[in-house]
């Protein structure tokens, strides 16, 4: 048996104290938000 995921990471791109972008492993989905290019490139 194997697992899909042992755990979930998640990562988040704030500046200046907004939340730009948000990423969420278990969603299986690029990372959503006003500015997410950033994080999926740091991804």
């Given at each position: 048996m194997q697992k899909l995921l042992d755990s979930t990471a998640k990562a988040t791109h704030a500046r200046d104290?907004?939340?730009l972008?948000?990423?969420i492993d278990w969603d299986f989905a690029?990372?959503?938000?006003v500015n997410p290019g950033r994080l999926?490139?740091?991804l």
């Open positions: 104290g907004e939340i972008a948000t990423y690029p990372a959503k938000g999926n490139w740091a």
